[in-house]
T-cell receptor, first 116, second 112 residues
Framework: AQTVTQSQPEMSVQEAETVTLSCTYDTSESDYYLFWYKQPPSRQMILVIRQEAYKQQNATENRFSVNFQKAAKSFSLKISDSQLGDAAMYFCAYRSRDNYGQNFVFGPGTRLSVLP | DSGVTQTPKHLITATGQRVTLRCSPRSGDLSVYWYQQSLDQGLQFLIQYYNGEERAKGNILERFSAQQFPDLHSELNLSSLELGDSALYFC???????????FGPGTRLTVL
């Protein structure tokens, strides 16, 4: 079974600075999806960014970008120019392309604080 | 607003009782997923439906069941409730089986 690990339970960053959240995963599959979701205090789950494993190019969405290292099974999220609204729990998630069986696995989350 | 709706927002009940949580997916989405999030914990995948049929099952207890109706809304039934079932229950939907998921606001269940 696939597992997702986020080794940083908590992180903090100064407003306008850059922070990187780590995520590693374990899988024997060659094709899959990876996601970062944000959960602010409202508890709403918001998709931040997605990466398809067969694509070598790292995904980017405005101030959010990923560093996808397939061989190392690493998928880190970089937040540039951090804003107060970025404070939230961030979950890394793995999704198998095989839809039969457990198909979506979330990491334990990293709580990000943004300091003014 | 993701377009996914869940009712009720909050539910308080007693041990041994049964409750039903409801989810309406985004317009056009055929796939519905249910997750459980206990306090300060990650998301536990429970079950997925696609166009009315069960497609994937996670760590869902036998006391829990779900279904997706012809109009594509879904219900999660929780019975013989225990204190440990207190959690936030999320529903998510996606357009296709392998597409990204959009989450509803969740139903907070408190079992006393």
């Amino acid at each position: 079974a696939q597992t997702v690990t986020q080794s940083q339970p908590e992180m903090s960053v100064q407003e306008a600075e850059t922070v990187t959240l780590s995520c590693t995963y374990d899988t024997s599959e060659s094709d899959y999806y990876l996601f970062w979701y944000k959960q602010p205090p409202s508890r709403q789950m918001i998709l931040v960014i997605r990466q398809e494993a067969y694509k070598q190019q790292n995904a980017t969405e405005n101030r959010f970008s990923v560093n996808f290292q397939k061989a190392a099974k690493s998928f880190s999220l970089k937040i540039s120019d951090s804003q107060l609204g970025d404070a939230a729990m961030y979950f890394c998630a793995y999704r198998s392309r095989d839809n039969y069986g457990q198909n979506f696995v979330f990491g334990p989350g990293t709580r990000l604080s943004v300091l003014p | 607003d993701s377009g996914v709706t869940q009712t009720p927002k909050h539910l308080i009940t007693a041990t041994g009782q049964r409750v039903t949580l409801r989810c309406s997916p985004r317009s056009g989405d055929l796939s519905v997923y249910w997750y459980q999030q206990s306090l300060d914990q990650g998301l536990q995948f429970l079950i997925q439906y696609y166009n009315g049929e069960e497609r994937a099952k996670g760590n869902i207890l036998e006391r829990f069941s779900a279904q997706q109706f012809p109009d594509l809304h879904s219900e999660l039934n929780l019975s013989s409730l225990e204190l440990g079932d207190s959690a936030l229950y999320f529903c998510a939907s996606s357009e296709r089986v392998l597409a990204e998921q959009f989450f509803g606001p969740g139903t907070r269940l408190t079992v006393l």
